[in-house]
């Protein structure tokens, strides 16, 4: 750990997935009190099935696979009070994170219509609750909507997000595998809806598809913050939207190397000098810590140590993250 970052830093991190943010000890207590049927013979092969290992992740979609498992054990109210408390206090604990943003999509974590989506709600409200009698951290909620779902799917979860606005939830992203039939303008009434509704506006883009899912994504949804976006560095231009729009992105290291998003070490320095030489704001995140097997502190680590970041430029993106926060 470097000089300035002492345990008493305080961190933020922005683009966390609940499916990919619980520790594997929770996750196996939670499918055990569920009666849930695994596939895997004991523990340490149940760990192997919800973390990334170079053997088993070669891509976007085998990272993506990863969270079948995940969000089918975190469907019911039981399991998503308990996943989101976990996370919360788990970041607070391991890397005095104290303020957090935690993603999620709650119509896939309700079998399929079986469970009620408001009981689903009310679960994750209940766990941000709980949490903040024992840990002094700033939690907010973003609603993902899905490139796999449908427009009236997708506007079923904004009314969610809307209605539980005033308990806890912050904004709205759009996630999930990709989908040639997709289009982000689908979503431009939705986001329109949502920013006049005063909830804050990301979505991913510029990951696994190229700077051009950048630009579309600022041309229709007009986000206040982009997930990942490391793709805009293909083309100047759009790095050029990006910064004249105060765009913040939400960088997340590991899991781009994970997902071969990007190819190592030297191609991660080539990112990160084009983000600084356009002078875009960006945070550091993990996108889900346990999946990945990783934390904010790791990264900043791993940035640090590579030379990809230096001290100064770890404290300028935490700075960003506080004041790009979506939590007001
Ligand atoms: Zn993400």
Same mark, same amino acid.
């Given at each position: 750990?470097?000089?300035?970052?002492?345990?008493?830093?305080?961190?933020?991190?922005?683009?966390?997935?609940?499916? $990919?943010?619980?520790?594997?000890?929770?996750?196996?207590?939670? $499918?055990? =009190?569920?009666?849930?049927?695994?596939?895997?013979?004991?523990?340490?092969?149940?760990?192997?099935?919800?973390?990334?290992?170079?053997?088993?992740? @070669?891509?976007?979609?085998?990272?993506?696979?990863?969270? !079948?498992?995940?969000?089918?054990?975190? +469907? +019911?109210?039981?399991?998503?009070?308990?996943?989101?408390?976990?996370?919360?206090?788990?970041?607070?604990? @391991?890397?005095?994170?104290?303020?957090?943003?935690?993603?999620?999509?709650? %119509? !896939?974590?309700?079998?399929?219509?079986?469970?009620?989506?408001?009981?689903?709600?009310? #679960?994750?409200?209940?766990?941000?609750?709980?949490? $903040?009698?024992?840990?002094?951290? /700033?939690?907010?909620?973003?609603?993902?909507?899905?490139?796999?779902?449908?427009?009236?799917?997708?506007?079923?979860?904004?009314?969610? #997000?809307?209605?539980?606005?005033? /308990?806890?939830?912050?904004?709205?992203?759009?996630?999930?595998?990709?989908?040639?039939?997709?289009?982000?303008?689908?979503?431009?009434?939705?986001?329109?809806?949502?920013?006049?509704?005063?909830?804050?506006?990301?979505?991913?883009?510029?990951?696994?598809?190229?700077?051009?899912?950048? /630009?579309?994504?600022?041309?229709?949804?007009?986000?206040?913050?982009?997930?990942?976006?490391?793709? +805009?560095?293909?083309?100047? @231009?759009?790095?050029? %939207?990006?910064? +004249?729009?105060?765009?913040?992105?939400?960088?997340?290291?590991?899991?781009?190397?994970?997902?071969?998003?990007? !190819?190592?070490?030297?191609?991660? @320095?080539?990112?990160?000098? =084009?983000?600084?030489?356009?002078?875009?704001?960006?945070?550091?995140?993990?996108?889900?810590?346990?999946?990945?097997?990783?934390?904010?502190?790791?990264?900043?680590?791993?940035?640090?140590?590579?030379?990809?970041?230096?001290?100064?430029?770890?404290?300028?993106?935490?700075?960003?993250?506080?004041? #790009?926060?979506?939590? !007001?």
């Amino acid at each position: 750990m470097s000089q300035f970052l002492g345990p008493q830093t305080k961190l933020a991190e922005l683009h966390v997935h609940l499916g $990919s943010s619980v520790d594997p000890a929770v996750m196996w207590e939670i $499918s055990h =009190a569920q009666g849930i049927k695994l596939p895997t013979k004991n523990y340490w092969q149940f760990v192997d099935m919800i973390t990334v290992s170079p053997s088993k992740v @070669k891509s976007f979609e085998d990272y993506l696979k990863m969270f !079948k498992w995940t969000e089918l054990i975190q +469907s +019911s109210p039981l399991a998503i009070e308990q996943s989101v408390y976990h996370t919360i206090a788990g970041a607070y604990r @391991k890397n005095n994170i104290t303020l957090l943003e935690l993603r999620f999509n709650p %119509m !896939k974590r309700n079998r399929g219509g079986e469970q009620d989506l408001d009981q689903i709600m009310m #679960a994750a409200i209940r766990g941000i609750d709980r949490s $903040s009698l024992e840990y002094p951290v /700033r939690t907010g909620l973003i609603i993902c909507f899905d490139r796999t779902f449908n427009h009236a799917q997708n506007e079923i979860l904004l009314e969610k #997000a809307l209605r539980y606005q005033s /308990r806890g939830v912050v904004g709205i992203d759009i996630a999930g595998p990709s989908n040639k039939k997709f289009r982000y303008a689908e979503c431009k009434d939705l986001y329109e809806r949502a920013r006049k509704a005063g909830l804050g506006l990301t979505v991913h883009a510029g990951e696994d598809e190229g700077h051009n899912s950048v /630009r579309d994504v600022i041309e229709h949804l007009e986000p206040d913050r982009i997930g990942h976006g490391v793709r +805009s560095i293909e083309n100047d @231009k759009t790095l050029e %939207m990006v910064r +004249s729009r105060g765009i913040t992105l939400e960088v997340c290291p590991s899991s781009n190397l994970n997902t071969r998003v990007i !190819k190592g070490v030297g191609h991660m @320095k080539q990112v990160f000098r =084009a983000l600084d030489s356009h002078h875009i704001k960006y945070t550091i995140n993990t996108d889900g810590p346990e999946m990945l097997i990783t934390n904010l502190r790791g990264e900043i680590d791993f940035l640090l140590r590579n030379g990809i970041l230096d001290e100064e430029g770890v404290l300028r993106a935490n700075k960003y993250a506080f004041a #790009a926060t979506f939590i !007001k």
